[in-house]
């Protein structure tokens, strides 16, 4: 008898167009038993998801139709005050594991939020949030070292004679460049990794003020941290797919 | 004391399983650094690389299943997504034997 007076009021309402008193949250009806809002940010990540493919469909097409392609060993061999020291994927490693790392703070702030513990998910957000930041950093001193080296988006430095051979030292010294679209895919699919993780960082700080105003406390559930996190940890797993294709291949 | 809406025990497990989580894929990014610096350089291409990407498919599963939580939600749900990243997946392995054969045409060995 409920769920018949439930479905008369849905129909009513959907002739009247008045809507249902609203949590901020969204419906209250749920598809796969949990809530619309979480929902919809898992079919909005499969579409971003879409859109990162699209990057990766064409750098594997392009890479593997080239006959060389610069070896990452010696691309990202820098590190920073260390002068000219080789460290290969030692930067990209520290990047990597400070991105996990700030993923796991916000599922424990997931999971503070569970317990209705303000201060829990406001410190653990707060580490995801420096976490972010850290990375974004790093990110910059990456992009402006292979800047100086001369890597372009249509230009690129690492030729076969620079395969671990030769340093660059400057510029000018430039060897035979190498596959043009290396620039183009690189600072394409990591600028676009770096702009989630930028918008993911802004989202997360305001999770974080709107968790120390006690706005979630009083709504009486922490599901906008749970969503938050979602995003976050997406570009966390996209993280992991580019690492795999640009740094380790 | 249980607080909001999990128990003291629902949230210990799901605590430490988080951190078990975290361990392996520090170990899995761990173990591929050290791979590619190492061994990366001696065995042939395709193991080097099948090995890069059974290691990132473990991490994607353990961020997606634990951190996002989505091995506890119901199955239907989960091949929403399984099923289009299926079809994603098929196509990147298209392309990049079409890439191979650009290779092949564009510059013959």
Not at chain 1, 9 to 25: A, F, I, M, R, Y
Not at chain 1, 40 to 57: G, I, K, R
Request: proline share 4%.
């Amino acid at each position: 008898m409920a769920e018949v007076l439930d479905i008369q009021e849905q129909q009513t309402e959907l002739h009247n167009h008045v809507p249902t008193p609203d949590n901020g949250e969204g419906g209250e009806k749920t598809v796969f038993g949990i809530s619309y809002g979480k929902t919809m940010m898992w079919y909005f990540l499969l579409s971003d998801a879409f859109t990162f493919s699209a990057f990766l469909f064409s750098y594997a097409a392009i890479r593997l139709g080239q006959p060389w392609w610069p070896n990452p060993n010696y691309v990202f061999k820098s590190f920073p005050f260390m002068g000219e020291a080789n460290v290969p994927l030692g930067f990209v490693s520290v990047m990597t594991f400070v991105l996990i790392l700030s993923s796991v703070a916000v599922v424990r702030a997931v999971q503070e939020g569970h317990r209705m513990n303000q201060k829990g998910v406001a410190l653990w957000m707060l580490g995801g949030i420096l976490g972010g930041l850290f990375f974004l950093g790093c990110q910059a001193w990456e992009w402006t070292h292979l800047i100086q080296e001369g890597l372009r988006p249509f230009y690129n430095p690492f030729g076969p004679d620079a395969n671990g051979l030769t340093h660059l030292v400057h510029e000018k010294m430039l060897l035979s460049p190498g596959p043009v679209a290396f620039g183009a895919l690189f600072f394409g699919i990591t600028g676009f990794h770096g702009f989630h993780v930028f918008t993911g960082v802004c989202i997360n700080v305001w999770a974080f003020f709107s968790t120390l105003n006690g706005k979630f406390q009083r709504r009486g559930h922490y599901e906008m941290i749970e969503k938050v996190g979602l995003y976050w940890h997406f570009v966390d797993l996209v993280w992991v797919f580019v690492f795999m294709a640009f740094y380790l291949m | 004391m249980a607080a909001g809406h999990m128990s003291d025990e629902q949230y210990k497990s799901a605590v430490s399983a988080v951190w078990r989580a975290t361990i392996i894929l520090a170990v899995v990014t761990v173990g591929e650094v050290i791979f590619a610096l190492t061994l990366g350089h001696m065995l042939p291409k395709i193991l080097v690389n099948t090995f890069y990407v059974i290691a990132s498919f473990s991490k994607a599963f353990f961020i997606v299943g634990e951190f996002m939580h989505l091995k506890y939600e119901k199955r239907a749900f989960i091949l929403s997504f399984a099923v289009p990243i299926m079809f994603l997946l098929w196509a990147i392995i298209a392309l990049a034997i079409e890439g191979n054969y650009w290779n092949h045409l564009n510059f013959p060995k």
